[in-house]
């Protein structure tokens, strides 16, 4: 069973960071890919990056150049570093992982971008 908790997120103006994380248990963390995605109510869930057991990464390209995502697998921690935030940043996101044919996902943690 993997579980994922969301933290970080908030309300900041634009031009503003922000840090999320993802609490990860299970054994499965270091060997797995590893995403983030957000979701507006009403919208389909976009991917935003992913990082891969060995640190290879990818973004959507609205975030490129402002969001660095990374991973700690002794802390099983994963990291949303977003800089220069817009206000079509304004989301849910979420942690996703998936295993054996299973998506896992967070609750998610909202972030807000508005003057």
């Known amino acids: 069973q993997v579980q994922l908790v969301e933290s970080g997120g908030g309300s900041v103006q634009p031009g503003g960071s922000l840090r999320l994380s993802c609490a990860a248990s299970g054994n499965i963390f270091r060997i797995n890919t590893m995403r983030w995605y957000r979701q507006n109510p009403g919208q389909e869930r976009e991917l935003v990056a992913l990082i891969s057991p060995g640190g290879s990464t990818n973004y959507v390209d609205s975030v490129k150049g402002r969001f660095s995502i990374s991973r700690d697998n002794d802390k099983n921690t994963l990291y949303l570093q977003m800089n220069s935030l817009k206000p079509e940043d304004t989301a849910y996101y979420y942690c996703?992982?998936?295993?054996?044919?299973?998506?896992?996902w967070g609750k998610g943690t909202l972030v807000t971008v508005s003057s």
């Open positions: 996703n992982t998936n295993w054996n044919g299973v998506r896992y």
